[in-house]
Structure formats: C-alpha cells, structure tokens
C-alpha cells in the first residue's frame, strides 16, 4: 500500500505542466559574467565534445544546481525512421520563469556529423533569449542563410508543404552474419529484419519481420561432441488510431516460431486501447498512461508439453500500467503489468520493473534498476527433463516459479564547477 500511495502522490507531483511558464516579475538586469548552462542529455544521444566546441560563448556548469539554464534534451524515434530531440530550456537563479521548448527532427538517412551540426545550431538558437543579457551577447554576430533560389532580392516566401511521394511510408532491411571459433569450439549466427513504417497524426501503422540463427558445436576431452542449434522467426504488426490527446485504440497480430520456448507456430490477434493521463504531445517529459488488450492466442508446439499438448487455443488478456518521467532531478520509469489465459485463469503472471536515476545534491546521484515477476503461465514447456548441455547452453527455456533481478549504484564528483575543456589527445 505504501508503494502504491508513493506512486500516486509522484503522478499528481507531475501533473501540474513539467515547463509551466511564470513570466518574471520585471525586466531581467544584465549579467555581469557568462551565462552557465547545464547540459543533461542522458537520455538522448548527444555529443557532448561537440557541444562544447561549437558553441563556446557559456560557461558549461558540472551540476545543474550551479546554472543559470538547465537544459533537458530527449529524444524520440520519428515516423520517417529518425529522431525528434526536444529541448526544454529552464532558467535558474536570475532567469527563473524563462522557459522555452524546442525541437529538432533528423532523417534515418543523415549521417552522426549532420545531426549533431543540426543540434548544436537549435541549442544556439534556444540561448540567444538568455544570452542577450550577458557581455558576450556584444561578440556575437546573427546570420541569415536564404535557401536556394532566394536572395536579398528575392525574399522567403512563406512555406509551402513537400509533396511525398512515399505517402509518409518507409521501409528499411537488414542482415548481419558471424562466425568465431577456437580449438575445441565454433560458432555460427545470422539474423535479419524488414520493417515498414508509416506514421501520421491520426494513424500508426508498424511492420516487423524478423529472422534469428545460431548455430554452436563444442568438442569433448573425448572426442565426443555437442551442437547447439537456436532458431527464431517471427512477424509482428501494429495498427493504432488516434482518438483524441489522451486516448488511442489499436490492434496488435504477430506470427512467430522459436525452439528455446518450444513452439512451432504462435498465432496471436490482439485489440488493445491505451489512455494517458498527460497529452500525448508532454509524451518526451512524461507519462502515465494503462494500456488493456484481450484476444486470441494460437499454439503449435514442436514438442508434447507438460500438459499433454501438441496445439491449443486460448484466449488471453494483459494490463499494464506505465510511468515514464523526465525531470531536472533526474528520471524515473515505472511499469506494472498483468497478464492470464481468460480459459485457463491459473495460468497467469504479474511483472513490477522500475529503473530511477536522482539526483540527489550536488556532485551525487543515485540509480536503482530492478524487475520481479510473479510466473504461472509457461505452457509451452516440453515434456521431459533438459540435458545438461541443454542447461548449460540455454539451448531451452527451464520451469520456473518467479524471475528477478535489482542494481543500484552512487556516484560522487566533486571540485571545480566549471566543465567547459574539451582535449580528446590519447
């Protein structure tokens, strides 16, 4: 009850506007020194170096504590295959109810050097409001690059939409292949994908094939000899339509075969509807949101199970409950989920997995990561007992009751507040 009470006291924390703007009492006084920013980017890939180097008119502080911005930058996958980082400038200290959001979309197709170019130039862009008020606002110089075409001659005129002839569709293919060995052992894997990907405001729609191979032989002090061979295929679509800012509903099919979980063929057909406590336009700072799905479920195994099975039908549901959170004290991710067989209800499983980072003071954080699962609904297990070479290389899955794991870790830097040098020799 206590956890359950926490959750809920964290959500309404979160539900007043994560960048509510309170404008400042007066005008701002110029600032004496350089503007000090803080940088968190620890949940989208940033370069940091980079960073540094192109834009070197601030003081880049080591504790956001020690900021007159704290800028928050995270990312999420886009429709077209790339990214859209949102970055959410928060002012401190002198600047405090300065807030500003904005966002930079990369292509699948751009290379690393013109995403973090393009980044660099929007963090430029987000500072000119605070920077103004700081000496350097007097060394810089603003620009103005007309697109193609157009000169002082020729003004922009105001934008006009990109015809598409992909209809927002995109599709990209992949394989890879390995091979290692020693004297006594030798390996071989393969595995391959396709996607198909088309996103729009109101609808969703994601295709994925996947293929997996791996094949391990091992020799005995005697000569004799043990081959490991895992095989896993499998096809997954999802179609979601937008209902409104905090609801969506969707269906979820999926073809799949793997012999560590003993089936041959898995035929699953899934609707589901999903309500999110915040818009989902908030959705790269936070999130609250329950999804419940129910369908059916089609089993072919490739070996008898413990209950006498070669196939089966069932129908089956699951809810989950998710908290996904991104604050300048850190982040915090949350889920609990449940699941169960609607024609077999002693067969089911509870799963809670959590993973927080805090930052607690200055120069200490603290991270926690762990899961638990409550487990009663392996169906699939063969009939019989697994070799030990089976056991040894996971060649199956084992019976098992539950499933856990936790790590935590602290971290503690201290001296200079300042973080703004930047020497990658050796």
């Known amino acids: 009850m206590r956890t359950i ?6 959500c309404l924390t979160l539900a007043a506007p994560a960048w509510a703007q309170v404008p400042p009492p007066g005008p701002l006084p110029p600032q004496s020194r350089p503007l000090r920013l803080f940088v968190d980017c620890q949940d989208a890939d940033c370069d940091f170096d980079h960073i540094r180097t192109e834009i070197p008119f601030v003081d880049y502080m080591r504790d956001r504590k020690e900021a007159d911005v704290h800028l928050l930058i995270t990312s999420q996958h886009s429709g077209a295959g790339g990214d859209r980082y949102t970055l959410n400038f928060m002012g401190q200290g002198p600047f405090e109810g300065m807030t500003d959001i904005l966002t930079y979309d990369t292509l699948q197709t751009d290379t690393e050097e013109m995403v973090r170019k393009g980044l660099a130039r929007t963090i430029k862009i987000g500072l000119m409001r605070y920077v103004a008020r700081t000496p350097q606002a007097l060394d810089l110089q603003i620009s103005h690059r007309p697109p193609a075409g157009q000169g002082p001659d020729r003004p922009q005129g105001p934008a006009r939409p990109v015809d598409d ?24 894997s393969a595995d391959g994908s396709f996607t198909a990907n088309r996103t729009t405001e109101a609808w969703k729609f994601n295709l ?36 409104s800012d905090h609801w969506s509903a969707g269906v979820r099919a999926s073809l799949t075969s793997t012999t560590y979980y003993n089936q041959d063929l898995v035929i699953k057909v899934m609707p589901a509807i999903e309500w999110n406590l915040f818009p989902y336009a908030e959705s790269t700072r936070r999130e609250f949101t329950f999804l419940y799905s129910v369908g059916f479920h089609r089993y072919n195994y490739i070996e008898e199970t413990i209950y006498g099975k070669l196939s089966e039908n069932l129908l089956y549901h699951s809810a989950t409950v998710s908290l996904d959170s991104k604050q300048p004290w850190g982040t915090a991710q949350i889920d609990f989920a449940f699941s169960q067989f609607l024609s077999a209800p002693s067969k089911y499983r509870l799963t809670a997995s959590g ?14 990561d762990g899961s638990a699962s409550f487990i009663r609904d392996q169906i699939y297990l063969p009939k019989g007992d697994a070799t030990p070479e089976e056991i040894l290389s996971r060649q199956r899955q084992l019976a098992t009751g539950y499933r856990y794991s936790f790590s935590a870790g602290i971290s503690y830097t201290f001296g200079s507040i300042f973080n703004n040098i930047v020497n990658t020799r050796m």
């Open 208 to 243: 994925s094939n996947s293929i997996e191979y791996d094949d391990e032989k091992y020799t005995y002090s005697d000569g004799r000899t043990f081959t490991s061979v895992t095989r896993e295929w499998g096809s997954d679509g999802l179609l979601v339509k937008s209902l």
């Open 165 to 188: 002839p992909w209809n927002f569709w995109v599709f990209r293919a992949r394989f890879s292949g390995s091979t290692e060995g020693e004297k006594r052992t030798k390996g071989l």
């Open 5 to 10: 009470a926490a959750i809920i006291l964290l």
């Open 355 to 368: 993973e927080i980072d805090i930052r607690v003071t200055k120069g200490l954080s603290l991270s926690f």
